[in-house]
């Protein structure tokens, strides 16, 4: 059993920022994309970044363009989720999730597409 650990999450107010991280085992994490999701109650979980399995191509989600940065650094081990200027609506359970896919495409907006998942962290945005 491959075990993603995410870190980082927190309650903050709007306008703050936050950095989750997400530790791989290094044979897993080496090869794959990793990706972000989140799920907030009652509401699916939704695609948030994804960057490639060598950290050069990254996809966001519309909410997230602009505002998130995600990156990949292979030397650690671990992928990272930069957030700012949160919103409420940003509030959720952050998933980190790996993917043997090889290219950065649409597909990684898709959780099927992934076959490592972390058991999550929890973000809450309010005033």
């Known amino acids: 059993q491959v075990e993603l650990l995410e870190s980082g999450g927190g309650l903050l107010q709007p306008g703050g920022s936050l950095r989750l991280s997400c530790a791989a085992p290094g044979r897993i994490f080496a090869t794959h994309a990793m990706g972000w999701f989140r799920q907030a109650p009652g509401k699916e979980r939704e695609f948030v970044a994804a960057?490639?399995?060598?950290?050069?191509?990254?996809i966001y989600s519309n909410s997230a363009q602009d505002r998130f940065i995600i990156s990949k650094d292979n030397a650690k081990n671990t992928a990272y989720l930069q957030m700012n200027n949160l919103k409420s609506e940003d509030s959720g359970t952050y998933y980190c999730a790996a993917s043997p896919r090889q290219y950065v495409d649409y597909a990684l907006k898709y959780t099927g597409t992934y076959n490592y998942w972390g058991q999550g962290t929890q973000v809450t945005v309010s005033s």
């Open positions: 960057v490639g399995w060598n950290g050069d191509g990254t």
